[in-house]
């Protein structure tokens, strides 16, 4: 670690992973949740979180998460989108915060964290995979891309949304396919246990470059 009245300079090769952890998930902030749910080969509902988690692209349209090792073995959802090519991506919002962190549990295998979290489940319409009955807005996908993150294993599973669901009581501004957020009320993570919720919300126009 350096040091001069600039501020510190931190090598990110010379510190722990466990520190580069804490660096990551406190500066990139906020980031939004993707929670996946997925059924393994058997059926199996499984639903959790995920903050390395971002919007790719719109054409096609791809979102991506990072996930993680449990021990030397991949994470339920991993496997299990590995077996039916196929997650949702619940969007989360303020009032399912406490089941969403409920989800993060280190739950073995064959337990469905949606009984746990005593949340509904429904099956998606056009792949294999359950989604939270009750959140307002769910992204159908089908893995599309799996890309190795190096070692210790992370794989970046890259999935196409499919198909989007809306509930009633989300408002699209006037004529547009934006969702408003004063509806959708999401909530996005900052470091360790803390979450964002939306507060101010400022609109700025782009600077028009003649
Ligand atoms: C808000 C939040 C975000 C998380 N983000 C990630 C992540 O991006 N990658 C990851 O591997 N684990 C992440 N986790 C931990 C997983 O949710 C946790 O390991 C979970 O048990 C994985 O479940 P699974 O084995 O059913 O897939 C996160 C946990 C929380 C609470």
């Known amino acids: 670690m350096q040091s001069d009245e600039e501020g510190e300079v931190i090598r990110t090769a010379e510190i722990s992973a466990r520190e580069r952890y804490q660096l990551l998930i406190s500066l990139v902030v906020p980031r939004p949740i993707g929670w996946l749910s997925t059924f393994s080969a058997d059926g199996r509902a499984n639903l959790a979180p995920f903050s390395y988690f971002a919007a790719l692209a719109d054409t096609p349209m791809l979102v991506g998460a990072s996930i993680g090792q449990r021990g030397s073995a991949p994470k339920d959802t991993l496997r299990n989108i590995r077996e039916t090519g196929a997650c949702c991506v619940n969007v989360v919002t303020e009032s399912q915060l406490e089941a969403m962190n409920l989800t993060s549990g280190d739950f073995p295998p064959g337990v469905d964290e949606f009984q746990a979290a005593g949340l509904p489940m429904a099956r998606a319409s056009l792949v294999n995979a359950p989604y939270v009955g009750n959140c307002p807005?769910?992204?159908?996908?089908?893995?599309?891309?799996?890309?190795?993150?190096?070692?210790?294993?992370?794989?970046?599973?890259?999935?196409?949304?499919?198909?989007?669901?809306?509930?009633?009581?989300?408002?699209?501004?006037?004529?547009?396919?934006?969702?408003?957020?004063?509806?959708?009320?999401?909530?996005?993570?900052l470091a360790a246990r803390a979450y964002a919720l939306i507060g101010e919300i400022k609109k700025l126009d782009r600077p028009k470059v003649d």
């Open 137 to 189: 807005a769910v992204l159908e996908c089908r893995l599309h891309q799996e890309v190795d993150l190096g070692s210790p294993s992370s794989t970046l599973v890259i999935a196409e949304v499919v198909a989007v669901h809306l509930d009633p009581t989300l408002e699209r501004a006037a004529g547009t396919q934006y969702v408003t957020t004063e509806s959708l009320r999401p909530v996005g993570r």
